[in-house]
């Protein structure tokens, strides 16, 4: 799966100041004060086609057209700041809702101040849910907002849910109460199955996108491909890779052929190499493809046939397929395929091998063409050797993703420091990168650092636990105090391999861009923490685990807190006392804590997960037994 | 001055004091069933927690049990649908192409084997006597296989066929596309060169 950059902007431009905390007044009363203090503006005659305006309207008027032409969130938040009625005619004009965490602010408010909303997306669980550090059905569920919006937003068009809790039942609702309805994504959701998305397809008639993106959809035995009607014909784009149950094909096969809309298909895993290239046969007008398997189907290799010489036919259709640009999928592949996909590798700028077992010499057959690359994500199995084919070629490389076959711990790994030097000498504009490595060295992060002076997001992961420089054996702490120093764009780091406070005092001193930092197994003592929060004033997501920051540490960044859209810290050493005394310092958090593993008993003021983040709402009501709210 | 923190050593750790410590990681849980993971299915994969930076021995609830492996929850940190996608394959087997057609000369039909299953060529020899009942004897770098009437053999990359035996094991491998044991004057033919 590769991120939508249009997404991808949604995660880094979260720029958004805190809503106004003070409590807004109820907007409408307070513009109406304004038109009544002013009275008329009786200056001269007017002509009788032209009715003077009280002045304050006229400037609303005005304001409520200038501000339709802003988009980016932080300018929308900076303006309804101004004043109450800039406050009342940004609320009026803004039709894209972001909410980054949807416990927050509740679907009451947020539809009283806005609305006329035609879009909007939902943030959830903390990230580290997707890790399994916290119990499933802790929350962040999308009824509640659902039914708000059902009421309030009739005209929705669009919504984007992310690490949220979905059922069937919100799906049949959304799908009852918006006749407009053209996009739904979600990203990492989970509750729902194929019976929500037959309800959706067969409902929603002015569907354009359906993506289901990394998210748990379960095998409800509806055939939810056929649902969609034969009147569906404007599809845009159908993303259903995630899903791992069979979709019936020759449905699919006719909703792609009267699609001619249809830009983006990436199929699952259970599609046979065979049905894709039927399918691509029909949809030559395709820019973004996930192949599905790859590979024959079982059947047919049961049988130990002959596979049909479908080579030369799929790199025909591949042909076909002028304006491909991002290709995905790859589930199952049977290598003997790889050369279909020659022919588009001059063109596509986005190529996801991450769940593609192939060599280095099979990466090098593909990467040779790929001269547009610009996005990559691959797995470690083409070894230090693939990875230099890459830097060879790939000069428009910006996002390197390297995921590992096996992600055990103390194994031997194909990539290493060779591999990620070779990157940063090759690749020069490269902006973000997420590397699993077994070792790695100073020297290779700091140059690194010198060659890649545009990185914004610098994740290394290196799987085995406070493993420090394999050369020189000291810990990693200059290479990531390189990376801060002279990244100077920098808004998103992961850190890993042994690390003391010293690092976390390079990322004090020099991280003053960062808005994201994952911190696991690292640091000394509580000034690390300290370091952090403290030094870096744009810190919004902060997750911490492992690592032995207690009260003191917690206590420091009072000041900072309300800035910050979240902190987690799970197995550190924070107790409850120290999360209490936050919570009663800070009125607007909400201090959650919580038991990963409900069976075993712990000291009574042992903290196993805090999880904390402003809210204008207080508490939320729908805690699970293992969540206390401070 | 120095690194010498030993910092092992003083790793607060939770277990009994002086019981030996394994970390190793617990193989995801590989439940393909796309149904809801139930509370059991998330249980295995956090059993005895690894809570390895923490309360070492002032927490010793579990004294009952044998010092035990210390799993790390979550990390490395894969999401486990892209965990469970690799074990899929590791499961089915049927990645990167190592499965192989084997033919034998006289035999009706031929079969398929999985490369990846063995880690040397007496081990893989082996297999392919107990599948078909025959001898192939031993590889020697002068003569290829002496003392049997067969010589195993493969069809390489490149579309040679080569005797099985005189590149390195992952090489051949990765560049074996099918096998074929040969039989015969053809064989001794070969040993003779």
Redesign the interface.
Known sequence: MIEDPVYQMSEDDDRSPPLDLGGPASVTESSNKTRNCTGVSGSGSSPIEFQAQYPDQVLENVLENVLYFLTSRRDRSAASLVCKSWLHAEALTRSDLFIGNCYAVSPQRVTARFTRVRSVSIKGKPRFADFNLMPPNWGAHFTPWVAAMATAYPWLEKVYLKRMSVSDDDLAHLADSFPGFKELVLVCCEGFGTSGLAVVASKCRQLRVLDLIESEVTDDDVDWISFFPESQIYLESLIFDCVECHVNFDALERLVARSPSLKKLRLNRLVSIGQLYRLMIRAPQLTHLGTGSFSTSAEVMAQGEQEPDYVSALAAAFAACKSLVCLSGFREILTDYLPAIYPVCANITSLNFSYANINAEQLKSVICHCHKLQIFWVLDSICDEGLQAVAATCKELRELRVFPVDAREDIEGPVSEVGLQAISEGCRNLRSILYFCQRMTNAAVIAMSRNCPDLVVFRLCIMGRRRPDHLTNEPMDEGFGAIVRNCKKLTRLATSGLLTDKAFSYIGEYGKLLRTLSVAFAGDSDMGLKYLLEGCPKLQKLEIRDSPFGDAALLSGLHHYYNMRFLWMSSCRVSRRGCREVARAMPRMVVEVMKNDLEEEVMADYVEILYMYRSLEGPRDDTPKFVEIL | MG?NLN?KATE?RLGLPGSEEH???LP?STS?S????S?EV??D??TS?G?????GS??C?RDDAPPTKTQ????????????N??QV?RD?G????V?V?VSVDGAPY?R?IDLKVYKSYPELLKALETMFKLTIGNYCEREGYNGSDYAPTYEDKDGDWMLVGDVPWEMFV?SCKRLRIMKGSEARGLSCL
Do not use: T
Not at chain 2, 51 to 55: E, F, H, I, Q, T
Not at chain 2, 72 to 83: A, D, E, L, M, T
Not at chain 2, 94 to 97: L, P, Q, T, V
């Open positions: 690194m910092l607060l970390e190793k990681q995801s393909r796309n149904k809801r993971a509370p998330s249980e994969s956090r927690n809570k390895s930076s923490l309360l002032r927490n609830v790390v929850v979550g990390w490395p940190p894969i999401q486990s649908y892209r965990k996608n690799m394959k089915e049927d990645n990167g192409g499965y057609k031929l398929k990765c």
